[in-house]
């Protein structure tokens, strides 16, 4: 089980913030250490979207310590300051490799969030498990708690997220029949309109290049090939009369 905790925030909003990431991202347990009052007509209820009705109202509160004894600790930062001879804050990961570093974890384990201003203190670093940083400019790292949060959140979804509510495949490709059909129709077409014959080989090339960088699903197949269809027609019968 995957836990969100965050430290001694100091906008309710940004609490809320997060709440609603976890929603989004398949996590349900929230921990708070020194939390600002969340009025349930407030901010943080108001920007926590349905995690209002069970995040929220279910968020414990605890002390720093507890997390530190009873969950393997992700610590999340702006600046690492990575160095092999700084034991405080080396070694650090991406959230891009956070799920994979934590996949074999035996136990429970906390991602930690800090303060808005400071975010985590050394001391606190110092005592948790692993660092993660977002990659960010070098001039401006440090983001929003809530955005930040949101970022490690969605990169962990592959541990928190048995279904999405994307299809397998967001993108599927027209099956050869359709495709060639499609330049079956093309062919017909330049033939309708007069291209050059010594032309036509060079354009059904180059539509084949086209078509084929596109990966053109089968509905987007089908209405090419109508559009195609139809202009022919309308140039046969142009002729006919």
Do not use: W
Request: proline residues 6%; hydrophobic residues 35%; glycine residues 6%.
């Amino acid at each position: 089980m995957i836990s969100v905790a965050v430290v001694d925030a100091e906008t309710p909003g940004n609490v809320g913030t997060i709440a609603r990431s976890m929603k989004n991202f398949g996590l349900s347990e929230l921990l708070l250490v020194d939390p600002p009052e969340l009025d349930p007509d407030g901010e943080a209820y108001g920007f926590a979207g349905q995690a209002r009705d069970d995040i929220l109202p279910n968020a414990r509160t605890v002390t720093f310590d507890e997390i530190v004894e009873n969950y393997h600790t992700v610590a999340c930062t702006a600046t690492t300051n990575e160095d092999p001879a700084n034991h405080v804050r080396y070694p650090a990961t991406t959230p891009a490799d956070l799920a994979d570093s934590l996949r074999d974890v035996d136990g429970d384990i906390c991602v930690v969030f800090g303060r808005e201003r400071v975010g985590l203190s050394n001391d606190e670093l110092a005592r948790l498990d692993v660092i993660c940083s977002i990659p960010a400019s070098e001039s401006y790292p440090v983001l929003n708690l809530g955005q930040a949060a949101t970022i490690v959140l969605y990169e962990l979804r592959d541990l928190t997220v048995s279904e999405t509510q994307h299809p397998e495949e967001l993108h599927t490709l027209a099956a050869k029949p359709a495709v060639e059909g499609l330049h079956a129709e093309f062919d017909r077409f330049l033939r309708a309109i007069g291209h050059p014959e010594e032309k036509q080989h060079k354009a059904r090339r180059l539509f084949r290049r086209v078509l084929g960088r596109a990966q053109p699903t089968g509905r987007e197949t089908k209405t090419l090939r109508g559009l195609f269809r139809q202009a022919r027609q309308r140039i046969e019968r142009a002729e006919d009369d």
